[in-house]
């Protein structure tokens, strides 16, 4: 059984620094994408970050260029969000996601990501 767990959120401060870390189990996910999606109350699921197969292909989401910064662990199968700057419009539930498909360019659509974890909540204050 597949599973994708999420850890590391938090209540923090606007300009303070989280990481999230994503494990993986049941399958291994080296050769497919893998990212992290957030849900705002009252909005849509969207793209924050995500990683392909190779370690420097990555994707971000606008609002998050230059503050976020996601990365990967072949060995123990988890994928990692650093988030620094943060801002209280960064408040969200954040989840994992992983593709099933190799693919060269890191996928945006959440259509493309048929695993998920169950989503850690992230606050931050003004």
């Known amino acids: 059984q597949v599973q994708l767990v999420e850890s590391g959120g938090g209540l923090v401060q606007a300009g303070g620094s989280l990481r999230l870390s994503c494990a993986a189990s049941?399958?291994?996910?080296?050769?497919?994408?893998m990212g992290w999606f957030r849900q705002a109350p009252g909005k849509e699921r969207e793209f924050v970050a995500g990683?392909?197969?190779?370690?420097?292909?990555?994707d971000y989401g606008d609002s998050v260029k230059g503050r976020f910064t996601i990365s990967r662990d072949y060995v123990k199968n988890t994928v990692d969000l650093q988030m620094n700057s943060l801002k209280p419009e960064d408040t969200a539930v954040y989840f994992c996601?992983?593709?099933?498909?190799?693919?060269?360019?890191?996928?945006?659509?959440?259509?493309?990501?048929?695993?998920w974890g169950q989503g850690t909540q992230v606050t931050v204050s003004s």
């Open positions: 990683i392909t197969w190779h370690p420097s292909n990555t």
């Open positions: 049941g399958r291994t996910f080296s050769s497919y994408s």
């Open positions: 996601a992983a593709d099933s498909i190799t693919s060269l360019r890191v996928p945006r659509s959440r259509d493309r990501y048929i695993y």
